[in-house]
């Protein structure tokens, strides 16, 4: 049931982003969602006002809780670019030193850890290889990894760390388990 509303919703969303636009009328007719496939979402009426079904598509397009929209960037929340460049270069200047000495310690074909461009890209040899960078218009960092895929990473002030809110997990701790995973031997990134 809950899969035939998310496509039915999915439906109408085009025809609801159009209808909102600016330069669109100040109510939409009746006939625009009586069709059968729209019907159900809405008690019939001869018009119905553009304010009301503005308010049901910014609750349908733009959930009002992170939680619901874990992707969502709140623009007052963004680190000031000053203090994002410092957390994020200190975060991947110290990744770069930890795993260059890991490294050292592990016997892996390929084994290579660079940095340019403030991108830092680790090879694994066969295994694969992870590129880590600053994405500052989101002040995030972003992670390929070949065992998760690709994450973006948000500064959580309370944990003091950069955390994927989608899984809440930590960049460290991610790096930590699948490297340990990768090349049979632990390493410590904290």
Same mark, same amino acid.
């Given at each position: 049931?809950?899969?035939?509303?998310s496509r039915k $919703?999915?439906?109408?969303r085009?025809p609801?982003c159009?209808a909102l636009?600016p330069n669109?009328s100040?109510t #939409?007719?009746?006939?625009?969602?009586s069709t =059968?496939?729209?019907k159900?979402?809405?008690?019939p *009426?001869?018009?119905?006002s553009?304010s009301?079904?503005s308010e049901?598509?910014?609750s349908?397009?733009s959930? *009002? =809780?992170?939680l619901q929209?874990?992707s969502? #960037?709140d623009n007052?929340f963004?680190?000031?670019?000053?203090?994002?460049h410092r957390?994020? @270069?200190a975060?991947?200047?110290?990744?770069?030193?930890k795993l260059?000495?890991?490294?050292?310690?592990v016997? /892996?074909?390929?084994?290579? &850890?660079?940095?340019?461009n403030?991108?830092?890209? $680790?090879k694994?040899g =066969?295994l694969?290889t992870? &590129?880590i @960078?600053?994405?500052?218009p @989101?002040?995030?960092?972003?992670m390929?990894?070949? &065992? =998760?895929?690709?994450s973006?990473?948000d500064?959580d002030?309370n944990s003091?760390g950069?955390?994927y809110?989608?899984?809440?997990? @930590?960049?460290?701790?991610?790096?930590?388990e699948?490297?340990?995973?990768l090349c049979g031997?632990? /390493?410590?990134?904290s």
């Amino acid at each position: 049931m809950a899969s035939s509303c998310s496509r039915k $919703l999915l439906l109408l969303r085009k025809p609801l982003c159009r209808a909102l636009k600016p330069n669109s009328s100040s109510t #939409i007719q009746r006939s625009f969602l009586s069709t =059968s496939t729209h019907k159900y979402l809405l008690e019939p *009426s001869d018009t119905i006002s553009s304010s009301l079904l503005s308010e049901l598509s910014r609750s349908y397009c733009s959930p *009002s =809780s992170p939680l619901q929209d874990p992707s969502a #960037i709140d623009n007052r929340f963004l680190l000031p670019e000053d203090e994002y460049h410092r957390l994020a @270069n200190a975060t991947i200047h110290d990744l770069q030193d930890k795993l260059e000495e890991y490294g050292d310690s592990v016997d /892996i074909d390929g084994f290579d &850890v660079d940095y340019g461009n403030e991108v830092l890209t $680790l090879k694994l040899g =066969s295994l694969g290889t992870y &590129v880590i @960078n600053k994405q500052t218009p @989101n002040r995030q960092i972003w992670m390929s990894s070949p &065992v =998760s895929g690709p994450s973006r990473f948000d500064w959580d002030q309370n944990s003091k760390g950069w955390v994927y809110r989608r899984t809440k997990a @930590n960049l460290v701790k991610v790096l930590e388990e699948e490297l340990e995973k990768l090349c049979g031997s632990a /390493i410590d990134l904290s």
